[in-house]
């Protein structure tokens, strides 16, 4: 695997998830020999790869029903999954760490569009504030090592994610990857499409490729001790993103939308001014995106992630 054009031995955690393994340099690890929960597993991983830089991806993440369900695990194998990594890494001399937050730190009563100063906002949306408490702490933790021993340690927040190789269990994956499976399903059993909610919920959706491509640039160019937000600013509603997924499947008439169920924030839209500001990247649209998605799914299935 090639290293960028600045560090020659990136460490990439989370290599094998929906962003690490989009990421076309970098050095990844078994998690089922290194356990970043467990501090001595965090050193030794950290050690046997001796790192110029991290790019720090792993978290475990779910959809909204995980959220609600699996609140401690949530905020308790983050909180430790990130302080064992940045503790370590600092406590070994690695100068570079480039981690990632969440949408999912923000308020419900911060101002829209929430814009990187709101990151500490209040609390997190309720139904998030486990998991939103955990990633702010990451923020806080890179930004004591940069203020106190210099180093460059900050953050990036992406947008909603989806795209090749996510996660597409109904119960931990990512909105975009579960109704992609679960209309897969639909389009074999011949059963109704189901999407929670009313479809009205807004998300700025980010294409996997696109989060690669703007991680190694902001490795090698991004060094404010401040969170940086990667926002393409074109929300979209999920209702329309299902009924893209439906057509591609070609099972419009059987999206339902399920209003009993949870619906998640209204609205969760994020602003990319500073981005914009000093990267003109052009981002992937949602329609473009979400086909080369289930086209990759497709040729894929069933060696997919379940």
Request: aromatic share 12%.
């Amino acid at each position: 695997m090639r290293q960028t054009m600045k560090y020659k031995n990136v460490l990439i955690t989370g290599k094998t998830g929906s962003v690490g393994s989009n990421l076309n340099f970098g050095t990844g690890f078994p998690s089922s020999s290194y356990d970043l929960r467990n501090p001595l597993h965090a050193e030794k991983l950290i050690k046997d790869v001796n790192p110029d830089a991290i790019v720090h991806c792993a978290a475990k993440v779910g959809g909204l029903k995980y959220h609600l369900e699996e609140k401690y695990s949530l905020f308790y194998d983050n909180i430790t999954i990130n302080t064992n990594l940045i503790h370590s890494a600092k406590e070994l001399g690695v100068d570079r760490v480039l981690s990632f937050l969440s949408s999912c730190i923000f308020s419900d009563s911060a101002p829209l569009p929430y814009c990187e100063k709101d990151i500490h906002h209040s609390e997190p949306a309720q139904v998030h504030y486990p998991y939103g408490y955990a990633k702010r702490m990451l923020d806080v933790q890179s930004k004591i090592c940069y203020e106190k021993f210099g180093l460059k340690y900050n953050c990036i927040v992406p947008t909603n994610i989806y795209g090749i190789n996510d996660n597409y269990n109904s119960e931990t994956g990512h909105v975009i990857a579960v109704l992609i499976h679960r209309a897969f399903q639909a389009s074999k059993t011949g059963d109704d499409f189901i999407v929670w909610g009313n479809g009205k919920q807004q998300r700025d959706f980010l294409f996997t490729q696109d989060v690669a491509n703007l991680t190694e640039w902001a490795l090698e160019n991004y060094f404010d001790k401040e969170p940086l937000i990667f926002s393409s600013d074109m929300p979209t509603e999920i209702g329309y993103a299902a009924e893209l997924i439906a057509k591609k499947f070609g099972i419009e008439k059987k999206l339902i939308f399920d209003t009993s169920k949870p619906s998640g924030q209204k609205i969760r839209k994020l602003s990319g001014n500073k981005l914009a500001s000093i990267n003109k990247f052009k981002f992937t649209s949602i329609e473009d995106g979400i086909s080369e998605s289930v086209d990759w799914f497709l040729k894929n299935y069933p060696n997919v992630r379940l």
